[in-house]
């Protein structure tokens, strides 16, 4: 937003407001976004509870990942293990707490590759325009056509088995999606009056890119960074599961989900919570991009 | 040109670039692998000669385009090099695994439709009643549910439980296509999520749209009843829409495929890709990526090729 528009949000007109015939601008408010968006607020209260539980995992879960109960393998839930434990022993519940943080790292780690790529790029080319425009909506095109875990899949073939290199693949692969819509936008926004103003007041490109282009460019790329959160959890606990991202004995929830699948006759329950831990989280980010979508563009409808 | 083989035509002009990016990108995976890439690929157990000759194969002592054009030359006659493990012949290898992989991706993209198509038309023709925001629910759940999951629950369900399927196995589509059928039915259930979700809300959404237009709204006027109408008018538009989310659909179905194929143990592609991936058989790693690289992008150009059959406004416009 520019400043102009800033400082009339900051002071509502109500001449200037009830001449256009719109309801007064106010200033955004997170807690009335929260209680005016219940779906919103569910889907951050349990991201924050999550995110809570990743970092004080070495401090609150009952037990250490790896602690082994000999005594207690593959059991159901109980008041000593409340999610029942593994076949090796270890505290489902603990595990559980664990993993999400290789989940949330997995997740940040690949949407920040994919933006650091492809943000500057997608503006980059739609400024620039041209024949720069044209190479590199062909490489955009290029890169889009891969599966995303295929990608994630070779580079771990060529660059060697672990998380990161499965996600920094992960994220080269979101890249070009990013670049499409920064793209898009930025082709929108240069031509816009205000830019048009700004060049005429002799401002440097490096300035109308930061201050102007970016700014108001930025919008749907914020919907789909986190739309994208939930895409590269789930590829992380895929990878995790084929033992390709997380490797053991370091908890992940696919990975918890390829042993309890392993021993899927003997304790079914196992195979519940890392499952509902995954979706529950995709499903948030979902929700959480959904109602920003709506927050920031008021003419799209929820549902 | 005008036309559709005009647009045909154009299509595949627009197709050499993008194909280029592509096969670099997995050519130029070769320059991740840590150390002498020759030593790698030609195994633990290679002799002095056996890892020059690779490096003469592979062409590392010349400029990195020399040999990007000389991999792809070999690439275009079909040769994507031997599986450092069975000394097979890579193209060999992968296709005699793609038909089942192609197989599960074709029938989780039509359960998809079966199921997403009747929920789309559901919710629109009831817009706005619960069942409509049931349905909405339950698509938004089908993009968040890990598929390889649910395929364990279909798993432990169906096969361990009521043992109504098989829980693991695939049978070659041309030898005996039911049985085939029969086996890929979980699998393919257990991918078609993302399909289900996706359609159900665009059909939804083209509905909605198109019952709302003026010409609808006119026929309305006329007398005809509201089957009529989504029977002859509203479906059509639908029609499209499935095509289009197919062809979007097909990149994200073999990105999870890798991971459905491992639960069901399916002997696809994708199994071949991460066990190669796994026991660093990289030609057999980059030769797959290759292969479903191409597929997608030929898918793509298909849907864009039907579409235009299908509306002859977009071979106009593109």
Redesign the interface.
């Known amino acids: 937003m520019t400043d102009s528009t800033v400082t009339s949000m900051n002071t509502p007109n109500p001449a200037t407001a009830a001449a256009s015939g719109l309801p007064p601008p106010t200033r955004f408010s997170f807690w009335r976004w929260m209680w005016s968006d219940k779906r919103a607020m569910v889907s951050l209260a349990y991201i924050a509870v999550l995110v809570a539980a990743a970092v004080l995992a070495p401090f609150i879960a009952p037990y250490a990942p790896n602690q082994q109960d000999l005594m207690n393998m593959l059991a159901p839930p109980s008041t000593e293990h409340w999610l029942g434990t593994d076949d090796l022993g270890r505290d489902t519940l603990s595990r559980l707490m664990h993993g999400s943080y290789n989940a949330l790292y997995a997740a940040g780690l690949a949407v920040g590759i994919g933006v650091i790529i492809g943000v500057p790029m997608g503006v980059f080319i739609g400024f620039v325009g041209g024949w720069v425009d044209e190479?590199g909506s062909?490489?955009i095109?290029?890169?889009?056509?891969?599966?995303?875990?295929?990608?994630a899949?070779?580079?771990?073939?060529?660059?060697?088995?672990g998380l990161t290199n499965a996600m920094i693949a992960v994220g080269f692969a979101f890249a070009p999606v990013l670049a499409r819509t920064m793209r898009a936008q930025t082709l929108v926004v240069k031509n816009a009056l205000y830019v048009e103003a700004a060049t005429g007041f002799g401002a440097s490109r490096l300035h109308l890119i930061i201050r102007h282009i970016i700014p108001n460019a930025i919008q749907p790329v914020i919907v789909e960074i986190t739309l994208m959160l939930?895409v590269a959890l789930?590829?992380e606990?895929?990878?995790s599961?084929?033992?390709?991202g997380v490797q053991p004995p370091e908890s992940s929830w696919?990975g918890m989900?390829a042993r309890?699948?392993h021993y899927?006759?003997v304790a079914?329950e196992q195979?519940y919570a890392?499952?509902f831990a995954?979706?529950f989280t995709?499903?948030a980010f979902?929700?959480l991009g959904e109602s920003i979508r709506v927050l920031l563009d008021p003419t799209v409808k929820k549902? | 040109m005008n036309g559709i083989p005009g647009m045909i035509a154009r299509r595949l002009i627009q197709l050499v670039p993008v194909m280029i990016v592509a096969t670099f990108v997995v050519f130029s995976l070769v320059y991740l692998m840590p150390g002498d890439p020759a030593v790698t690929i030609a195994g633990d157990y290679a002799t002095e000669e056996r890892v020059e000759e690779i490096r003469r194969i592979y062409g590392f002592d010349r400029p990195m385009l020399v040999q990007y054009f000389a991999w792809l030359g070999n690439v275009a006659i079909g040769d994507l090099g031997r599986s450092l493990f069975s000394n097979e012949s890579v193209l060999t290898l992968i296709l005699a695994r793609l038909p089942h992989t192609i197989l599960l991706v074709v029938y989780a993209l039509i359960v998809g439709a079966l199921i997403g198509v009747p929920l789309g038309i559901l919710a629109a023709t009831r817009q706005g009643t619960t069942l409509d925001k049931v349905i909405t629910s339950v698509a938004s759940l089908g993009v968040a549910i890990p598929n390889f999951w649910l395929g364990i629950i279909l798993v432990t369900m169906f096969s361990l439980n009521y043992r109504w399927f098989p829980a693991t196995g695939a049978t070659s589509f041309f030898e005996d296509p039911v049985k085939a059928l029969y086996f890929a039915t979980l699998p393919a259930i257990a991918l078609s999520t993302g399909v289900v979700a996706v359609l159900a809300r665009q059909v939804r959404s083209a509905l909605l749209e198109v019952l709302g237009s003026q010409y609808i709204r006119t026929l309305r006027a006329k007398g005809l009843s509201s089957g009529a109408i989504l029977w002859k008018h509203g479906l059509r538009n639908v029609a499209a829409t499935m095509l289009t989310i197919a062809g979007l659909q097909v990149n994200r179905l073999f990105s999870s495929a890798v991971i459905v194929e491992a639960v069901f143990a399916i002997p696809g592609v994708g199994n071949l890709i991460s066990y190669s991936a796994l026991n660093k058989d990289f030609p057999v790693v980059q030769g797959v990526a290759l292969v479903l690289v191409l597929v997608v992008i030929l898918t793509n150009l298909l849907v864009d090729v039907l579409n235009s059959i299908f509306d002859p406004r977009v071979a106009a416009t593109t």
């Open positions: 190479a062909r490489i095109d290029g890169v889009l056509a891969f599966p995303p875990i295929v990608l899949v070779a580079v771990t073939g060529a660059l060697g088995i939930a789930l590829a606990a895929g990878l599961f084929l033992s390709l696919g989900l309890a699948y899927v006759e079914p195979m890392p499952g995954i979706l995709a499903l979902n929700t549902n």
